[in-house]
């Protein structure tokens, strides 16, 4: 799911593995382009932590017979500056 101060702004179906906005600023204003390019990444990442993990699963000698959750956070942090202007934090 993405997130814009803490408020969802998107979500990936994995049934229909599609990019889904959840603003209706964002249905409106962003091209479709915008969704179908975000739809290729979600649908990679998906690829990629079924991939890992299986592989952690196999390590950690677990089997598919329990919930097993992987997570992956990464963003940004901005400071509003006097004059009104954003500065990257971290």
């Known amino acids: 799911m ?3 101060d803490k408020n969802m702004i998107d979500y990936y179906d ?3 593995q ?3 906005p959840k603003q209706d600023w964002m249905e409106k204003h962003l091209e479709k382009e915008y ?3 975000g739809t290729q990444s979600r649908k ?3 690829q990629w932590f079924k ?3 299986d ?3 196999k390590r950690m000698r677990q089997n598919n017979t329990d919930t ?3 997570q992956w956070m990464h963003g940004c942090e901005g400071e509003t500056q006097p004059d009104g202007s954003m500065k990257f934090v971290q």
């Open 2 to 4: 993405g997130l814009l």
């Open 14 to 16: 994995s049934d229909h």
């Open 18 to 20: 599609v990019k889904v």
């Open 35 to 37: 969704w179908e390019k």
């Open 44 to 46: 990679s990442k998906q």
């Open 51 to 53: 991939v890992n993990i």
């Open 55 to 57: 592989i952690l699963m």
């Open 68 to 70: 097993h959750i992987l």
